[in-house]
């Protein structure tokens, strides 16, 4: 036990050291008389932006490269029927997460609804390749560590991009870093969480990819800035999942639901 706390506060540190890092190339502020600069520099909080440009197109050369060629290969040459299977199996994998983060929360019936997929899955539903509970009226719903701390009442910080794993924040750096320690699915293989924790995280990025293809293709068609666009939809989904999907002051991204729904529809 010790020493999986002490791997996640030095992953946490970690992430944080790099987002105070990425921060420290910082853009110049607009000047002081310019006050609707000044109140888009506030609103875009993206004191980094020269660097995370770069990491950006860094990010960018990887999804061209790879990821998106896997994800296409994937589509290509596995059954949709299939490629169901594997996402119900990964979903399934993500619940006892989604109910801890729940309690962590104080979200006692979202975490119960967690747990009951879970059991109902893994059981009747072969491991998790059928999707049982969710005919029966029990939906999936995301929830990870930095939502966790948001709700806490910590602040999201800069917009930081992170090598690798793209749009991000202090906050969710952080969260990230906890979930993957902390994920009790990555546990499952004694000894080897670290494996069991990438081997996992490389097929859902592939999977996740693989659903996004279209979306994020009309994005960069349309864009006249693909990073803004990127930046803006990161963080308004974001806002809208700590609010789990309630309305508040500030609403998601236009289109943003009507993408996920178009990614859902391309991948089957």
């Not at 296409?72 to 199996?89: H, K, L, M, S, W």
């Amino acid at each position: 036990m010790k020493s999986k706390k002490a791997s996640a506060i030095s992953t946490s540190a970690a992430v944080s050291l790099l987002a105070l890092t990425l921060v420290a190339g910082c853009a110049t502020p607009p000047a002081a008389g310019d006050k609707e600069a000044q109140a888009e520099w506030v609103q875009t909080n993206d004191p980094a932006e020269p660097t995370n440009r770069n990491l950006h197109a860094f990010n960018q050369g990887i999804d061209d490269n790879v990821l998106k060629p896997m994800a296409e290969g994937y589509r290509d040459y596995v059954p949709a029927n299939f490629r169901t299977n594997i996402r119900n199996v990964l979903t399934n994998l993500s619940e006892p997460l989604v109910a801890a983060n729940d309690l962590l929360q104080g979200e006692f019936l979202r975490a119960a609804n967690a747990i009951g997929r879970f059991c109902v899955n893994s059981t009747f539903g072969f491991l998790g390749m059928g999707d049982v509970a969710g005919g029966g009226g029990l939906e999936h719903h995301d929830e990870d560590f930095g939502q966790t701390l948001a709700v806490w009442g910590v602040g999201e910080g800069p917009y930081i991009v992170l090598p690798l794993l793209g749009p991000s924040n202090p906050r969710d750096a952080v969260g990230t870093a906890v979930d993957f320690v902390g994920n009790p699915t990555n546990w499952m293989i004694p000894g080897l969480p670290l494996a069991a924790g990438v081997a996992k995280g490389t097929v859902t990025a592939v999977d996740k990819r693989e659903k996004y293809i279209e979306p994020l293709n009309e994005v960069q068609r349309t864009s006249l800035d693909y990073y803004a666009s990127l930046r803006s939809l990161y963080r308004q989904k974001r806002a809208d999942d700590i609010r789990n999907g309630k309305k508040g002051p500030t609403m998601p991204a236009p289109g943003l639901a009507a993408m996920d729904a178009e990614g859902d529809k391309a991948a089957h």
